[in-house]
């Protein structure tokens, strides 16, 4: 890459990641490419000659955000953790997420935008289940996950518990006892009557 081409690449990261942190605060339909412009320090002419128009930077954006989140998901995979605490990482990682903010307008861009769910799906299948599948049989393999358990099973109950966390802390932190987010975490892991 030259220094035209490094350039270039360095503007159009930080026009994507000035957008994504307006889509934090701001209503996505309400952002204009000056608003962004101006965010970013670039020109409007600058943006539309990058994305073309603001439906294509949004686009770019949320590929972004797919992509950072699932590499947040990967590096936690294949770091030296315990089973145990990529477990936990799966299941808080949408709470301690900095992009956690832009997930109604996310989940309604994957919904409408048949470019960002193909992306999506394919990213998910590519890169993200064979990880999951290898955490399980490691688990299978290590006793931390009954073979009662189907992985079917596995799935639905973790994407439920993900789907709540942001409600469960939220109860937590109104109670002010923030150790029962562990106790919430050992009923997930253990049941509520422990190991068998």
Known sequence: MNGFERRAFQIKGNIIQTTLEMLKTWDSSKIRIADIAKTANVSQVTIYNYF???EALLREAVK???????NDFLENMNGDYTFKEKIESIILQERESSLSSLTPFFMRLVK????IAQFMEKEYNERILPAFLQLIEEGRKNGKISDKISNEGLFVFINFSMKYTNELYDSIQQTGNMNLMNEMLHIFLYGICGKE
């Open 52 to 54: 073309g128009n603001k």
């Open 64 to 70: 972004k955000y797919i992509e950072d989140s699932f």
């Open 112 to 115: 409408e935008d048949q470019e």
